[in-house]
């Protein structure tokens, strides 16, 4: 055999499974390194609360030189696999040499070890977490990813298909330049709802990021309800986010709708911090994150002065089903653009526009965002028998017609 396989069980092997990316990717002067420690961090029972109802495993794969030639993880989130039709685990992490053979045997371990967990199915590459990080597979797009947002080698996509997966959905990332003006259509729909009556946009202050926590969780829970894989943010992991975002924090970049009151909407956007990171490749040490947090106060004022930071990107938006047709997509975009185009962000990328979202779609389209990269979430059925079928688009049931309209 050409290439051997190891279970992660090591202090080394964990080591080695972070190295495996520097050595696909030394060569390659678009790909940026996520930090070493996120990525433990995802497989450490003590960091990552997924392991509260879930478990994962790791392989590295090397040749018969020794040389890494891939790696891969796989996950079961059990609350994940109750909640829907189809009982699916979850491959990634995945890089791997240009060697159909070579992925192969990383999948058939995943799928062995999957199969022995019981879930009749693997999706990939997808992150044991939120879907907000380490999400899909690259096919179109092959520039400098924001932070978080997975890189690979082009022919990725082929070891992939050749295999047997399918695309289950797709997802576009799109970008706003800040340096062109916003088509006028835009600035009627904003003048709008600036005169709907009860209707505000309000940005956080960092001190109120727990109280806006709570907002963000009844609206995320309202809106996102619908998704075929939908599972409820609980009071624990809302918090946690709001902590996460703490350290990224531009008031202007993270606008709420309220409708008489009501939490309605709202859009996360943070500074793409692979802009600062990048030069560390991959390792950040603590003289050097105690840097990072100096630097960072005041909006990222160091970094946007030199030019560093120029970049911001939107991780996450949610409307309640009820507020939909209020146009407040529009209105949070527009509260925020001019005073982050102030701070000397010249441009913001939109991720994961599903193509089971027609309406985000459609938004991305109306502010004149053009397309920055594509990537493909993936379903492999162990039983070939089964019918395969693509994620559901959201449905716009009757029911949430009727609640707009009342």
């Not at 996950?75 to 491959?91: H, P, V, Y």
């Not at 904003?190 to 907002?215: C, D, I, S, T």
Request: hydrophobic letters at 40%; one cysteine or more.
């Amino acid at each position: 055999m050409r290439f051997s396989i190891y279970t992660v069980q090591t202090e080394k092997d964990k080591t080695d499974f972070l190295d495996v990316a520097r050595a696909i990717y030394q060569h390659d002067s678009n790909w940026i390194c996520p930090l070493d420690k996120q990525l433990h961090n995802t497989f450490e029972p003590g960091k990552n609360s997924y392991f509260q109802h879930g478990s994962a495993q790791r392989w590295i794969l090397k040749d018969h030189a020794g040389n890494y030639a891939g790696r891969i993880a796989a996950f079961i989130d059990d609350e994940k696999k109750a909640n829907t039709g189809i009982s699916a685990g979850g491959i990634g992490f995945f890089e791997c040499v240009n060697e159909q053979d070579a992925a192969n045997l990383m999948f058939d371990m995943a799928r062995a070890w999957l199969e022995a967990g019981g879930v009749v199915a693997m999706d990939g590459p997808i992150n044991f977490g939120e879907n907000d990080r380490f999400w899909g597979l690259l096919v179109e797009g092959f520039t400098e990813p924001p932070f978080t947002t997975n890189y690979n080698k082009p022919y990725y996509q082929h070891l992939f298909e050749n295999y047997g997966f399918q695309v289950y959905y797709e997802m576009t990332s799109n970008v706003i330049d800040l340096q062109n003006g916003i088509d006028e259509r835009f600035d009627r729909i904003w003048n709008w709802v600036n005169q709907k009556e009860g209707v505000e946009f309000r940005h956080p202050a960092k001190n109120e990021l727990a109280l806006y926590a709570g907002y963000f969780r009844e609206i995320y829970n309202d809106a996102w309800q619908f998704h075929e894989e939908y599972k409820p943010i609980s009071e624990t992991r809302a918090q946690k986010f709001a902590k996460e975002i703490s350290h990224l924090f531009v008031s202007k970049m993270i606008p709420f709708a309220f409708v008489r009151g009501e939490p309605a909407g709202f859009l996360i956007c943070t500074p793409d911090l692979n802009q600062i990171f990048k030069k560390y490749n991959g390792k950040l040490n603590p003289l050097q994150l105690l840097l990072f947090m100096f630097r960072s106060r005041n909006d990222f004022q160091w970094y946007r002065k030199k030019g560093i930071l120029t970049k911001g990107h939107a991780i996450a938006v949610g409307i309640k089903p009820k507020f939909q047709q209020y146009g407040l997509e529009t209105g949070m975009i527009m509260s925020s653009i001019d005073e982050v185009r102030k701070l000397g962000f010249k441009s913001i990328e939109l991720r994961w526009a599903g193509d089971f979202n027609p309406k985000i779609n459609r938004l991305h389209s109306a502010v004149g965002a053009v397309q920055a990269r594509k990537h493909f979430t993936y379903r492999f059925l162990f039983d070939q028998s089964i019918e395969f079928k693509r994620y559901k688009p959201i449905p716009m049931s009757r029911q949430q017609t009727e609640t707009v309209q009342a």
